[in-house]
């Protein structure tokens, strides 16, 4: 059985919310909330959030038990952009692009050996 929660528009770039993600990939979700809770990144505390809200929602929708629970897939995608603009010199611009992202985690049902 999967389970998925997403977050979205985390005010963080796609490509740093990616080394937060990639640390937590394939593990089981007790021990990548564990993870998370130590990381110095600011996408951590967001991670940590979304982890316990698919532990949340396999307990209370599917009635599963949230320590057999592993991570299958885990993704940061690009979310929307916020076009704002620096003034330069001879009347000129230049562009500041505040980038923001979705983290989906789809966590599967794996009976411990």
């Known amino acids: 059985m999967e389970v998925t929660?997403?977050?979205k528009?985390?005010?963080?770039?796609?490509?740093?919310?990616?080394?937060?993600?990639?640390?937590v990939?394939?593990?089981?979700?007790?021990?990548?909330?564990?993870i998370a809770r130590f990381l110095p990144q600011k996408t951590a505390?967001?991670?940590?959030r979304l982890l316990k809200?698919?532990?949340?929602?396999?307990?209370?929708?599917?009635?599963?038990?949230p320590e057999d629970l592993w991570i299958k897939s885990?993704?940061?995608d690009d979310g929307p952009t916020l076009k704002r603009f620096q003034p330069r010199a001879r009347g000129r611009v230049g562009p500041i692009l505040k980038r923001?992202?979705?983290?989906?985690?789809?966590?599967e049902d794996r009976e411990t050996r």
């Open 74 to 76: 885990i993704y940061a």
């Open 53 to 65: 809200s698919v532990a949340a929602n396999a307990e209370n929708n599917y009635d599963l038990d």
């Open 45 to 48: 505390a967001d991670l940590e």
């Open 25 to 34: 990939r394939g593990k089981r979700v007790s021990e990548a909330i564990a």
């Open 5 to 7: 929660a997403s977050l």
């Open 100 to 107: 923001s992202c979705s983290i989906t985690v789809v966590a």
């Open 9 to 23: 528009s985390v005010r963080v770039s796609p490509r740093k919310a990616r080394l937060v993600v990639d640390a």
